[in-house]
Structures are given as C-alpha cells and as structure tokens.
C-alpha cells in the first residue's frame, strides 16, 4: 500500500450517528425478512480502535462500530428467513460473500459487504436456539473535528 493510500481521508461520522446508522440497517434487515428484533438478548454495541493493514494503530479516534441485533425465531423458518435477507440485501447493492444452509439442523449463515459503503453484513443462526442474528460492522470513522493522523 502506497503512503498516499493509507493516508486517505477517512469519512467522519460520530459515534452516535454511527450507532443510529447501524441500528436502522439492522431494522431494515429485520423488515425484510419479515421478523421482530428483540430485547432478550439485548442489542450488542461494540466499538473497536481501527488497527491499520500494517498494523499502524493510530490515536486519532478513529474507530469502526460492530453492532449485533438479535431475533426470536423457530429453526425450522431460519433458513427461509436468511433467504428473504439475502434477495433484499442484494437488491440493495451487497455483495453476498458467502451464504450456507444446513437443513439438517437447521441453520443459515450468510456473509456481505457493501463495498459502496465499507460496511460487512452478517445474518446468521446463533445460540440460544431459535435465535438469528443480525450484524452489521461499519467501515473506520473518523470523528468530526478531529484532525486526522498520518502515518
């Protein structure tokens, strides 16, 4: 990577409107595949220092925003529900990156990205049973007014 491109300028968003953003991707996840988030478990909020790809840890504040909802579903409509997710999302410009089912059990995984936004989509069965996740990490923000570092 040359030193222009690691030093390109970052998109800046606080962290408030980043964790707006991502609750509103993960309800229209949910409207698409016609289910309900639910409180139990309670959504999960976590912001994480972005680490550069040589591993530059800058002290800028910038930072990327993982956010987790989660629905209360039978099994057995898992899989028809990551279904519904999938078509919306790639209606919406995600590219898929890697989507599973196992009937047997039954499950669904499903991976995106939305290169046009940065962001990583993920729609998954998860533990408790009868449980889907829904996921979205954001691409690194910057902070309004915070000058950014270069490296």
Request: aromatic letters at 8%; hydrophobic letters at 30%.
């Amino acid at each position: 990577m040359s030193q222009q491109d690691i030093n390109k300028p970052l998109p800046r968003k606080s962290r408030a409107d980043a964790l707006a953003w991502a609750k509103e991707y993960t309800a229209a996840m949910a409207h698409y595949g016609e289910v309900k988030i639910t409180d139990d478990p309670a959504p999960r909020t976590n912001f994480q220092d972005c680490v550069g790809k040589n591993d530059e840890v800058p002290e800028d504040g910038r930072y990327i925003l993982v956010y987790a909802t989660y629905v209360k579903l039978p099994q057995a409509q898992h899989i028809d529900t990551i279904r519904k997710v999938r078509k919306a999302l790639e209606g919406h410009g995600v590219r898929i990156t890697g989507h599973t089912e196992r009937p047997e059990v039954p499950e669904a995984i499903l991976y995106g990205k939305n290169d046009k936004e940065g962001s990583f989509i993920i729609a998954d069965s998860v533990k408790p049973p009868d449980t889907i996740r829904l996921s979205v990490t954001t691409p690194c923000f910057l902070p309004p007014g915070v000058e950014q570092q270069q490296f």
